[in-house]
Structure formats: structure tokens, C-alpha cells
């Protein structure tokens, strides 16, 4: 009955019903108190932009100087363990490969680092020169002259530098000769009684450039010898190189090759599922 009066009112006659009125009232809304940004000027974005890339810069250099340290303490191992195999050295070539590509892949190591300049220099350093004592301990059967101290500041490391130090000794010692041929004053008819009287001196002299003549031939000797010796090292130079090339070209293209055995794998090993739980919807 309730419902049904709600639905269909009745309405008695002689009485009309009030009219309500509807009033619309304004709400506003009432948020927390706003505060006024003031805005950014650009000399402090600068600041803190400078800041930004002073704690980056910072970060690259610790982990450059971080990677140069782990090679060098890798460098310093195989310098430890020189010492002790110098006579496998002398007798293996094989142990003179493995050490020669350890290095070579620490020095790669060292090319790829970017910064530290000063650094990585000094490392590289200490690793060339292991590598010139690794090859002069393998030739330390070889003999050398004990009257020429000037050889260990000649430049090996490659040929053409090798041939115009040879061809600046050559010349030194040819500008020698001719220095000593021009020296000597002519002699005059007026100086022949001089020299009769003084023949003791004279002979003397003879002699002194008899000797010295003797010295620059055993010096030119010495040269051709010298450059023999050289023009053979630089050869084993140019061959140990070619191989390591050889052995780094393998090395690629092995890596090459694997790399494509792995891209195919994943697809391969992609499995069909089972009838049943295809029948199931999962």
C-alpha cells in the first residue's frame, strides 16, 4: 500500500498541494592554501646542469681508472711469472705465443678505454717493454759484440725506421773518413827539411793513422755486421706480426661463427605443445 500511495497519491478535492521551492545555492570549493613557485632562473639550471655532468664525469673516470688498474695488475702477473720461465721461454715457442697474446689482449683492452690518457700511456709502456723483454729473453743465446753499447738505442720496431738509422751510421762514418782525409795539411818542399830532421815524430805519427785506420775499418766492419744483425731482427719482427694477425683473424672469425651457431639455437630449440593442452585451451 505504501508503495502503491508513493506511486499514485490521492488527491482529495479542494486541497491543492504546496509548491516547493528550489533555491540554488553556489558551492565553491575550498582547496589547501596554494603557494606561489617562483620561477627557476636560468643561472641556477646552469649550476645545477654543471653539477649533473661533474658527478657523471667523475663516475666515467673512476670506472675508466678502475679498468686500466685490473689491466695493469694482469701485466704485473705476467711479469711475475717471467722470471721463472725464462728457460720455457728459450726452448717453447708456444709459451712465447701465449705470452705475446696475452698481452696483445691487454694493450686491445687498453685501446678500447677512453680518458685516463696519462694512465693508460703508462701502462702500455710497461707492457711494450715486457714484451721486448719476453723476445729478449727467448734470443738470449744469441751473441753480441761487447764493444757496442749503442745498439740497444737503435729503433727495431719497424723496417723503414731500422733502415735510415743504418743509413744515418753509414753516413756518420763516411763524413768521418772524409774529415780525416781533408785534416791533413799538404806538404811543400819548403817543409821537407823539417820533416828529414823531425823523422822520429813523423813515423810516430804514421803509425798513430795506421792505427786509426785500423779502428775505422774494424768500425765498418762492426756496421755491416750490425746491420746484418738488425735487418735479420726486423725480419722476425715482420714474421711474429704476421702470425699474430693470422691468430687474431682466426680468433674473429671463430667468435663470428659461434655467434651464429647461438642466434640459431633459440630457434631450434622451440618445442610444439602437446595435443592435449592445446585441447584445453591453455
Not at 830532421?197 to 775505422?216: N, P, T
Not at 738488425?230 to 725480419?235: G, H, R, Y
Request: glycine share 6%; with cysteine.
Amino acid at each position: 500500500m505504501d508503495r502503491f500511495a508513493e506511486r499514485f497519491p490521492i488527491q482529495f478535492f479542494g486541497h491543492v498541494p504546496e509548491k516547493k521551492k528550489v533555491v540554488s545555492i553556489p558551492v565553491r570549493f575550498v582547496g589547501p592554501e596554494t603557494t606561489t613557485v617562483e620561477a627557476v632562473s636560468l643561472e641556477t639550471r646552469a649550476s645545477a646542469a654543471l653539477k649533473i655532468q661533474k658527478v657523471f664525469r667523475g663516475h666515467l673516470v673512476r670506472k675508466n681508472v678502475r679498468t686500466v688498474r685490473s689491466i695493469d695488475a694482469e701485466i704485473d702477473g705476467v711479469a711475475r711469472v717471467l722470471p721463472d720461465s725464462a728457460d720455457l721461454l728459450r726452448s717453447s715457442e708456444k709459451e712465447r705465443l701465449r705470452l705475446g697474446e696475452a698481452l696483445m689482449r691487454l694493450l686491445l683492452k687498453l685501446d678500447s678505454v677512453r680518458g685516463v690518457r696519462e694512465y693508460r700511456r703508462k701502462v702500455t709502456r710497461r707492457a711494450v717493454s715486457l714484451q721486448e723483454k719476453i723476445d729478449s729473453t727467448a734470443s738470449a743465446g744469441d751473441p753480441c759484440p761487447a764493444d757496442a753499447p749503442e745498439t740497444d738505442a737503435l729503433d727495431v720496431s719497424s723496417p723503414d725506421g731500422a733502415a735510415e738509422t743504418l743509413e744515418t751510421e753509414e753516413a756518420d762514418v763516411a763524413a768521418e773518413e772524409w774529415m780525416l782525409v781533408e785534416s791533413e795539411p799538404p806538404t811543400t818542399a819548403s817543409e821537407e827539411p823539417e820533416m828529414r830532421e823531425g823523422g822520429v815524430g813523423e813515423e810516430k805519427e804514421r803509425a798513430e793513422k795506421g792505427f786509426g785506420e785500423m779502428d775505422l775499418r774494424a768500425v765498418m766492419e762492426w756496421v755491416v755486421e750490425e746491420n746484418a744483425r738488425l735487418k735479420e731482427t726486423v725480419a722476425e719482427l715482420s714474421e711474429k706480426n704476421a702470425e699474430q694477425r693470422m691468430m687474431l683473424g682466426a680468433l674473429t672469425r671463430r667468435v663470428e661463427h659461434l655467434e651464429r651457431i647461438a642466434d640459431r639455437v633459440p630457434k631450434k630449440s622451440k618445442c610444439k605443445p602437446c595435443p592435449a593442452v592445446q585441447g584445453l585451451g591453455l
